[in-house]
């Protein structure tokens, strides 16, 4: 067991610098883009939704670069499920959360047309790096529309103001530091995440996908866990779930776009099977218990506990897929 503690060190260092560095990236890319005139509302949209899939983006290039494609497919599809039964659910829990129909009509329909377009690309077997760029181009498509959405709503949306007192008070120059300087750590803290997880996938036997559907998913879901509760917290909840639609987009145009441009890959055929039926099987969940057929739209405890069940019972399936694979 001494062979697998510097992998389970270098993991756990991965999570904490990989969260740290992640929070001082989005302090400072918010506080950047506070100095050059961009409005807080799009700052939420972008910055917030997907800044805080920094770390998947970056896991996922490295895990490309070095030959561990299936770990960058399981991070992408595993973090989308965590981030809606681990994070919704969990902030949920703790915060009940009030919804405002604007997202359930706009950008709720926007992440389930990515991720029938993203399955239409898929189908074949084979993530190729025309399919990588046609996900790139969609994630540059989608940031305009947040863009001209956030526009629109600006000068009637009483977030604005509020959510400007949240952002971070740094000077130019500071963050500019911090975002040099969480991008850095973010590249140092992935290469040690991705180093340790195959490591120790490769001591019991478990393949790198599984291993990004579990450890590494967790792990780079976290900023947006932290991120969902303080909203919450701070009574944001459309910035809450918000973020989780944004950075639910961004992982399957971005975190699977890069990999299918650095190292076209074989889709596995649980990845099909399984994994992206049960994303899309929690995405619809969350729209069910969120809609508020018969009054506003929420996410109350009892809500919140169903979302954390469904992810439960996913490592439960992926427990037994193992066990008995």
Do not use: C
Not at 85 to 105: D, F, Y
Not at 299 to 322: H, Q
Request: net charge neutral; aromatic share 8%; glycine share 10%.
């Amino acid at each position: 067991m001494s062979s697998l503690l510097l992998p389970s060190l270098a993991l756990l260092a991965g999570f904490i610098l990989l969260v740290w560095s992640a929070d001082r990236f989005v302090d400072g890319a918010a506080a950047l883009a506070r100095h050059l005139g961009v409005s807080p509302l799009i700052i939420g949209l972008t910055i917030v939704g997907f800044g805080t899939s920094a770390p998947e983006l970056v896991v996922s290039a490295v895990a490309a670069l070095q030959g561990n494609a299936g770990l960058a497919v399981g991070n992408a599809l595993g973090s989308n499920i965590a981030n809606i039964g681990l994070v919704l659910g969990t902030t949920a829990i703790i915060t009940p959360l009030h919804i405002r129909s604007e997202i359930i009509r706009g950008e709720y329909p926007i992440l389930f047309l990515v991720m029938l377009a993203t399955l239409a690309l898929l189908l074949d077997g084979f993530l190729s790096r025309s399919d990588g760029i046609i996900l790139l181009t969609g994630l540059l498509i989608t940031l305009t529309w947040l863009v001209k959405l956030g526009k629109r709503r600006a000068k009637a949306e009483p977030l604005a103001s509020e959510f400007a007192a949240t952002l971070p008070k740094l000077s130019r120059n500071l963050a500019a530091w911090w975002v040099v300087l969480g991008l850095v750590l973010l590249i140092v803290s992935s290469r040690l995440l991705v180093y340790g997880a195959v490591a120790i996938a490769q001591w019991f036997g478990v393949s790198d996908l599984i291993i990004g559907l579990t450890i590494v998913a967790i792990g780079t879901s976290l900023p947006e866990l932290a991120a969902s509760i303080m909203s919450a917290h701070k009574h944001e909840p459309d910035i809450a779930i918000g973020n989780v639609i944004g950075s639910n987009i961004f992982n399957l145009f971005g975190v699977l776009g890069i990999p299918g441009i650095i190292s076209p890959l074989v889709i596995e055929d649980a990845v099909l099977q399984r994994d992206y039926p049960y994303m899309i099987g929690m995405t619809i969940l969350l729209f069910a218990l969120a809609y508020g057929f018969r009054g506003p739209a929420r996410l109350r405890r009892a809500e919140g506990a169903i979302l954390l069940s469904g992810f439960i019972a996913y490592l439960v399936i992926l427990y037994f897929n193992v066990a008995h694979g």
